[in-house]
Each structure stands twice: as structure tokens, then as C-alpha cells.
């Protein structure tokens, strides 16, 4: 049974075999020293992450472009985590499972991010779900699968040499 099935009309999906296993893999996404490294499309840099890894625990980075101040870019609540294989987690709540603001430039989204063995590497596969297919469409067109295809790289370069 699959880890979660996407809905195509709600769901935006990323799926790539990435060039090492899915505990390095695991690591990239679950440490801070390591997110700061890959989160946030070059020449974008994370300059803050912070991570309670457990359900209703905080998923929070902070972003700066070339030309912005530093800033939030990630506030969330951990929702589910299944170690070397699933990870979810909303922008829709605060940690501890309290409501939050949804911000007017982006959508609220649940992301589910799976890791599976794929020989010596892993099948990645990072879904971002949301409420409608307004907000889907507004993701996608804000260019979801430009940055985190982006960030994907930038997570598998980083993975390969931990």
C-alpha cells in the first residue's frame, strides 16, 4: 500500500531517484545544519532553520534573496514522520497544532515527502497538497516545479556527501 496517493487535481508532485540512500536523504531533510544548505533555491539562501521533529513540532526556515531582507519563508507544523520513509508537514497550523495565518502570496499546503530504497539511491518524491484547485494552480504558476526541482538537486548534492 502506497505511503500516499496524490489527487492530480489538488496535488502538485516532484518524483526523482536521487543519487544517495534514504538515510542521507533523511538527513538532509531532518537536520538544520543540513537544510540551510539546500532549502531554498540558489541564488536564495535559508539563513535559519529550525526543527522539532515530532508530530505537532515546528518545521521553520527563514529565507533571503539578493535583493530582500531575510524573512520568514517556512513556518509549519509537523503532522506525521515515519523515520527514513515519510515525512508531513503544513504551513495550514503553528507547532503544537494551533491555527495559523495563511499568507496572501502563498497558498496553505500539506507537504508529504516520501523517501524509498531505489538500489543505491532513493525514489523522492515530494507532494505538495492543497485546499483547491485555485490554490494548486497558483503554486504551480509561482513555479513549483522550477524551485523545488531546484532544491531537489541542491538536496541530492548535499546528500551525496554526508
Sequence with gaps: MPLYTPNPKLDLVLERTVAAPPAK???AWTKPEHVVK???PAPWVTTKCEIDLRPGGKFLTHGKGPDTPEGPHVTACYLEIIEHRKL???????PGFRP????IEMPAITAVIL????G???KYTAIAMHRDEGDNRKHEEMG????WGTVT????ELAKGL
Design 25 to 27: 536523504v533523511w538527513a
Design 153 to 156: 538537486t541542491q538536496l541530492e
Design 120 to 122: 543505491s539511491g532513493t
Design 38 to 40: 539546500w532549502f531554498t
Design 88 to 94: 508531513v508537514w503544513t504551513t495550514a497550523l503553528l
Design 115 to 118: 523517501f524509498e530504497a531505489a
Design 144 to 147: 513549483f516545479f522550477d524551485g
Design 100 to 103: 495559523g495565518e495563511v499568507g
